[in-house]
């Protein structure tokens, strides 16, 4: 939702640029099918298989925080917003 207002020169110019309100349709449109998605997975699996699935995230994110917060990860950006 951000991209225009954090890069508004370079959306401007952009190919796929289209105005706002086609933009956060599609957007939430994203979603909601994204949403769909989710639930026809989950309703056709097992509680285990969605728990183990659902800690197997969470360790990975735990971990993943670990790390950046270690100094052993240094992340770069690849853009300027100054």
């Known amino acids: ?9 370079q959306w401007a110019k952009s190919p796929f640029h289209v105005s706002d309100g086609v933009f956060k349709f599609c957007l939430l449109a994203s979603i909601a ?3 769909v998605q989710f639930y026809m997975n989950v ?4 509680f285990a298989v969605v728990a ?8 990975a994110l735990a971990y993943a925080v670990m790390m950046k917060k270690s100094g052993k990860v240094h992340m770069t950006v690849s853009y300027d917003l100054d």
């Open 43 to 46: 309703s056709g699996t097992t």
């Open 33 to 35: 099918i994204t949403l």
């Open 1 to 9: 939702m951000k991209l225009p207002k954090l890069f508004p020169e």
């Open 52 to 59: 183990i699935n659902a800690i197997t995230c969470v360790v």
